[in-house]
Structure formats: C-alpha cells, structure tokens
C-alpha cells in the first residue's frame, strides 16, 4: 500500500463527488462506473488478497454517498 494509491482513491472519490455536484442528474450507470472505481482502489490499498470485494464494494459505496451528501448541503 503506497500514499499514491491512498491519494488515488480518496481523490477519485472527490472527483466523482465534484462531477455530480455539477451535473446533478447522474445515471445509475455513472454512479456504478464511480463506485467501481473507488472499490478498486480499496482494494489496490489492500493488496488485492482475495475475499474482501464485496467489503471494497460496500465501503466505496458508502464513502461515495457520504461525499455526495457531503456536497449537497454544502450548496
């Protein structure tokens, strides 16, 4: 686990944030294609052993909905 791939994956998380907050009629197939990749970079961040997708899966979605709603009361 390196800082870079720490940093990767909280920014791709603020970054998908960021883009909803400008478009804020995201599609369901956008919202997954983020979640997917903030799941990858928990896993990257845990050295991809096997048994923890799922996990990787849940958080990353969890994380994605608390930055969203996170941005929106910010407006």
């Known amino acids: 686990m ?3 791939s720490e940093n990767s ?3 791709e998380l603020q970054n ?3 883009d909803t ?3 804020p009629s995201m599609s369901a197939e956008e919202r997954l294609q ?3 990749l903030a799941a990858y970079y928990l896993a990257e961040q845990r050295g991809f052993s096997p048994g923890g997708e799922l996990t990787d899966w849940l958080e ?3 994380q994605f909905d608390a930055s969203l709603a996170s941005e929106s009361q910010g407006d």
């Open 9 to 11: 994956g909280m920014e």
């Open 2 to 4: 390196t800082e870079k």
């Open 34 to 36: 983020k979640i997917a």
């Open 16 to 18: 998908a944030s960021a």
């Open 21 to 23: 907050a400008a478009s």
């Open 60 to 62: 990353a979605e969890k």
